[in-house]
């Protein structure tokens, strides 16, 4: 199981080209799996990028989630309360971006890898990752 980092997500969704092999690879595996994870938080991250005009996506947002919920495997986490608590009480140190916390901690409470480039998150040592 895998967790997408919001950024992971779009790059897979609109420009894969900017993935490793390695990472295409596993999230091709993990699809065949049902396994590939996307926090719905990660929603809420993609139409602020919108919003504040750093990402311009090629249909509206609504339509683009219901695309990718259509994809065989690909599954939406919801924040539930265990995650939501889980984001507050992370071990060590850890930064206090709230949208990296609370992906952080869905990866942790569901047991799964999270795939991202972010060097904050893959230094913290709490979180396997992938890269």
């Not at 997500?9 to 596993?26: D, F, G, K, R, Y």
């Not at 990660?42 to 919920?69: F, G, H, N, P, Y």
């Not at 690909?74 to 995650?83: C, D, K, L, M, S």
């Not at 709230?98 to 869905?106: E, K, M, N, S």
Request: aromatic share 10%; net charge negative; with cysteine.
């Amino acid at each position: 199981m895998i967790v997408l980092d919001t950024h992971v997500w779009v790059w897979w969704i609109c420009a894969p080209e900017n993935l490793s092999p390695t990472v295409q690879e596993e999230i091709d595996r993990q699809l065949a799996l049902h396994s590939v994870i996307v926090s719905t938080f990660s929603t809420w991250e993609v139409a602020m990028l919108i919003a504040k005009d750093r990402l311009q996506l090629s249909v509206d947002l609504t339509e683009w989630v219901r695309q990718c919920e259509r994809i065989p495997g690909f599954v939406f986490q919801p924040i539930t309360n265990a995650i939501a608590l889980a984001a507050v009480n992370l071990p060590g140190q850890f930064h206090p971006d709230p949208a990296d916390r609370l992906i952080v901690a869905t990866a942790r409470v569901l047991g799964a890898t999270l795939v991202t480039g972010d060097q904050k998150i893959r230094d913290y040592r709490y979180v396997r990752t992938l890269w």
